[in-house]
């Protein structure tokens, strides 16, 4: 999961920061490509860890728990805006507003994955021990 939302936020950010927008050519396959990748993770990340990362505030501090929930939210909403962006029911307009929902909520699931790696790499995994 990891490998595939590096790639996704590299291929994804690249764009945006040079004013070049929507993603295309060989960025636009190398997004695709790894975003199976990405979501079979996501998919087998969420059922494998959900019980381990049940929001709980009994010693006063919950972000690990928020910072996985959200992620797993927020990349659901950007595969799904995407998903529904490729059907043709929708108008022109409505497929620019699902890929700007796709843009936003791929970015914020990539910082709650900084602040979940955060979170398990330095912060509440050190002080369990």
Sequence with gaps: MAL????????????????QQPISNWLLFV???AAPLFISGLTIS???LAEHHRIRCDQGNC???AAFWMLIAFSFVAVLAIL???????????Q???YSIHKWAGL?????????G???????ASSKR
């Design 108 to 116: 914020i699931a990539a910082v709650m994955a900084v602040l979940y």
């Design 96 to 98: 620019e507003r699902l």
């Design 4 to 19: 595939g939302l590096i790639v996704l936020t590299i291929t994804g950010i690249i764009p945006f920061l040079s004013g």
């Design 118 to 124: 955060v979170r398990i790499g330095g912060g509440e």
């Design 31 to 33: 997004h695709v490509g």
């Design 63 to 65: 972000t690990t728990g």
């Design 84 to 94: 529904l962006c490729m059907l043709p029911t929708f108008s022109s307009e409505s």
């Design 46 to 48: 969420s059922v494998i």
